[in-house]
């Protein structure tokens, strides 16, 4: 079955930047999409066709994608920015979507 | 602003059925998939599977033929039934709008979701 990796934390000081990434064989021609989960509640979404920001999202949060490998980048990490990230995409054969395993994100 | 609701049973044995409902208030129900995506205790988030509001359907492979996933357009709801359930379905289910876009094949996301429900099961 199809796999998302993800690291499992990642760890900064407020005001750096973090960058999550995410890998997976069908990324170069499937989209990424990557989900903000804060303790106790639904997931959000934050970064949706790689790079695109839903309205609401803070300009701090940004997606890219090259190759096998997609990277959400938040420029000056906020305390309030700590919670699990989540990138998503689906499989080559279109019928399948996936979660990675999910970052912990630490502002300390 | 969309708003999906979700209830169900959050207490079943071993080898009963899952049972639960999704209604989507403020918003259309056509032209999106409507999907579930489950989380078991301090896990990740895994997908579950999704229907069209033409009643087009997928679901996760590893979920076997456990997984029916029915819409009710009639009134707005969305419905999730998981035969035969074990200790490893114990986990909050949520409720998703899945919206689309054709790129090599149909990718769905999520824009919208429910509350959540916490699923147990135990004998």
């Known amino acids: 079955s199809y796999e998302l990796t993800q690291p499992p934390s990642v760890s900064v000081s407020p005001g750096q930047t973090a960058k999550i990434t995410c890998s997976g064989d069908?990324?170069?021609?499937?989209?990424a999409y990557w989900y903000q989960q804060k303790s106790g509640q639904a997931p959000a979404l934050v970064i949706y066709?790689?790079?695109r920001r839903p309205s609401g999202i803070p300009q701090r949060f940004s997606g890219s994608s090259s190759g096998t490998t997609a990277t959400l980048t938040i420029s000056g990490a906020q305390v309030e920015d700590e919670a699990d990230y989540y990138c998503?995409?689906?499989?080559?054969?279109?019928?399948?979507?996936?979660f990675g395993g999910g970052t912990k994100l630490t502002v300390l | 602003q969309v708003q999906l609701q979700q209830w169900g049973a959050g207490l079943l044995k071993p080898s009963e059925t899952l049972s639960l409902t999704c209604g989507v208030f403020?918003?259309?129900?056509?032209?999106?998939?409507w999907s579930w995506v489950r989380q078991a205790p301090g896990k990740g988030l895994e997908w579950i599977g999704e229907?069209?509001?033409?009643?087009?359907?997928n679901h996760n492979p590893s979920l076997k033929s456990r997984v029916t996933i029915s819409v009710d357009k009639s009134k707005n709801q969305f419905s999730l039934s998981l035969t035969s359930v074990t200790a490893a379905d114990t986990a909050v289910y949520y409720c998703?709008?899945?919206?689309?876009?054709?790129?090599?094949?149909?990718?769905?996301?999520?824009?919208?979701w429910g509350q959540g429900t916490l699923v147990t099961v135990s004998s």
């Open positions: 229907i069209s509001d033409s009643g087009k359907g």
């Open positions: 069908a990324l170069p021609k499937k989209y």
């Open positions: 998503y995409s689906t499989d080559n054969s279109g019928n399948h979507r996936v």
């Open positions: 066709e790689d790079r």
């Open positions: 998703a709008r899945g919206r689309w876009v054709v790129v090599g094949g149909t990718v769905v996301w999520f824009d919208s």
């Open positions: 403020n918003g259309s129900f056509t032209n999106y998939y």
